[in-house]
């Protein structure tokens, strides 16, 4: 088939993010009064801070928040991660990053998968989080085969799916008609099943084990636990949960308030208890919450050190995990501690704490033929003639990751894994390795410096 009959990745992605958004919906009808809530928010951020929808309005990213959302799942098996490795890779998206969540007392490890390219995250940002079970960390050797046993039969992908994949790996993309079938036939893959595949008394077993085992193993595939759309104010909308009736956990997980946002702050409500039929009884299972996010700037490695010592600051300050009882004081911890981060741009730029977008502005090319015209990024930064604007943070933090998985697993009995951090044997289980961030951000950085020197007929910057 010839290429131009292909759909592009992006746009199956895009097709697949709004499908998978209608399914939750109907899913989790709460999930449907988060987005209305965002909406609002962000409507208000956008009408009320002129300089913050101007600075969206520079990067593009104006244009995709209203798609813009992260899921997560949860894969059982070497083989189920890295098929689903290949469906992702039909819409574009490619594993990045590795986070150990054993220290964190949860018995998996995870990878983002999503775009690489701005232009792609511009079509469609959509992620997913996916974390793969490590029964290797559960001692229990008789319970880890009878896991191990029926993780073995289950299948989650539909005869069709398999066959889209491979075709779109033999011949290079899909045409329309059978990239609307993959998304369809994607879809389930990520379904609520409402019928589990053991019985209450294993299901009991595993959950007894670790809640987590059990959403994993007792279930007939890696439903989407959570779909989380971005807002523009996450403070706004820990305080307006409420009143819709959907009851926030007690913090919202990394950095504090500030006036430009670094990494990633995110905040969600627990999981509503749901009806399963186990193959002798009925029962029920917390399994799906909602989750809600602000994203900001990207941080450099020296960036990011200063955010993980601030944050490990904070937390040595409080004696503990924050929790209910302690969460005001956590949150004051917090902001008191990230003073010592530098809360203005051109500052965070100075320091080389973030990473940055690059334009060439109106004034800038108008004076192109100027022979007396600045040609260092400094001097053209100075004169007006580039603007720059932060690098989002397409990623995830595994502290914050852990507080999310702990908040919907809840705070009793955390279990104790050491660390156990083993990317290879992810790796090895995913078939492929997994894309370094910090090199994303700053190879796209390279590339809007590169833009800006060639709209400004400029050798290089
Ligand atoms: C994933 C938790 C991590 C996030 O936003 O950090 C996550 C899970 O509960 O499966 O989604
Ligand atoms: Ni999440």
């Known amino acids: 088939m010839p290429a131009y009959d292909f759909v592009s990745p992006d746009s199956i992605r895009a097709q697949f993010s709004a499908a998978m958004s209608l399914m939750y919906k109907q899913e989790v009808?709460?999930?449907?009064?988060?987005?209305?809530?965002?909406?609002?928010?962000?409507?208000?951020?956008?009408?009320?801070?002129?300089?913050?929808?101007?600075?969206?309005?520079?990067?593009?990213?104006?244009?995709?928040?209203?798609?813009e959302r992260h899921g997560a799942i949860r894969v059982g098996t070497a083989e189920e991660l890295a098929t689903i490795a290949r469906l992702f890779a039909v819409m574009g998206m490619a594993p990045v990053g590795y986070y150990d969540l054993s220290s964190a007392g949860v018995p998996v490890h995870s990878t983002a998968f999503r775009a690489v390219h701005e232009q792609s995250l511009h079509v469609s940002p959509f992620r997913v989080f996916t974390s793969l079970l490590r029964l290797e960390l559960i001692d229990n050797l008789p319970l880890r085969e009878l896991a191990q046993g029926i993780l073995a039969k289950r299948k989650i992908f539909t005869a069709r799916a398999l066959e889209l994949i491979a075709q779109s790996e033999q011949d290079g993309g899909l045409n329309a008609a059978d990239a609307d079938e993959f998304v369809r036939e994607a879809l389930h893959t990520f379904r609520w099943h409402q019928d589990a595949t053991v019985t209450a008394e294993q299901y009991q077993q595993l959950h007894d084990q670790h809640r987590l085992i059990a959403d994993v193993v007792a279930f007939k595939g890696p439903h989407i636990n959570h779909l989380t759309p971005r807002t523009l104010d996450i403070d706004a909308i820990q305080v307006g949960m409420p009143a819709k009736g959907i009851p926030p956990k007690a913090i919202v997980e990394g950095p504090p308030t500030r006036r430009h946002p670094i990494l990633l702050r995110q905040t969600s409500?627990?999981?509503?208890?749901?009806?399963?039929?186990?193959?002798?009884?009925?029962?029920?299972?917390?399994?799906?919450?909602?989750?809600?996010?602000?994203?900001?700037?990207?941080?450099?490695?020296?960036?990011?050190?200063?955010?993980?010592?601030?944050?490990?600051?904070?937390?040595?300050?409080?004696?503990?995990?924050?929790?209910?009882?302690?969460?005001?004081?956590?949150?004051?911890?917090?902001?008191?501690?990230?003073?010592?981060?530098?809360?203005?741009?051109?500052?965070?730029?100075?320091?080389?704490?973030?990473?940055?977008?690059?334009?060439?502005?109106?004034?800038?090319?108008?004076?192109?033929?100027?022979?007396?015209?600045?040609?260092?990024?400094?001097?053209?930064?100075?004169?007006?003639?580039?603007?720059?604007?932060?690098?989002?943070?397409?990623?995830?933090?595994?502290?914050?990751?852990?507080?999310i998985f702990q908040s919907n697993l809840g705070d009793e009995g955390q279990a104790e894994y050491g660390s156990n951090a083993n990317r290879e044997a992810f790796e090895a289980a995913l078939g492929l390795q997994v894309q370094d961030e910090l090199a994303l951000y700053a190879q796209s950085?390279?590339?809007?410096?590169?833009?800006?020197?060639?709209?400004?007929g400029l050798g290089s910057l």
């Open 29 to 67: 009808p709460l999930y449907g009064t988060l987005l209305e809530l965002v909406s609002e928010v962000n409507q208000q951020v956008m009408a009320q801070q002129p300089k913050v929808a101007e600075a969206l309005r520079w990067t593009g990213e104006i244009e995709r928040l209203d798609q």
């Open 269 to 403: 409500f627990k999981a509503l208890q749901e009806q399963v039929a186990f193959s002798d009884h009925q029962g029920s299972h917390t399994a799906r919450f909602g989750e809600i996010e602000q994203r900001g700037a990207a941080l450099t490695p020296k960036g990011r050190q200063l955010y993980d010592k601030l944050l490990d600051t904070t937390r040595a300050a409080l004696r503990g995990a924050p929790a209910e009882a302690n969460a005001e004081r956590y949150m004051a911890l917090l902001q008191e501690s990230f003073t010592a981060f530098p809360d203005d741009l051109a500052q965070m730029r100075e320091q080389g704490l973030a990473y940055f977008r690059y334009f060439a502005t109106e004034k800038g090319l108008a004076a192109r033929e100027q022979a007396d015209r600045p040609t260092t990024l400094e001097g053209l930064i100075a004169a007006g003639h580039v603007h720059f604007e932060a690098l989002v943070y397409e990623d995830f933090l595994p502290v914050s990751a852990a507080g």
């Open 445 to 456: 950085e390279r590339r809007s410096l590169e833009a800006s020197a060639q709209a400004l």
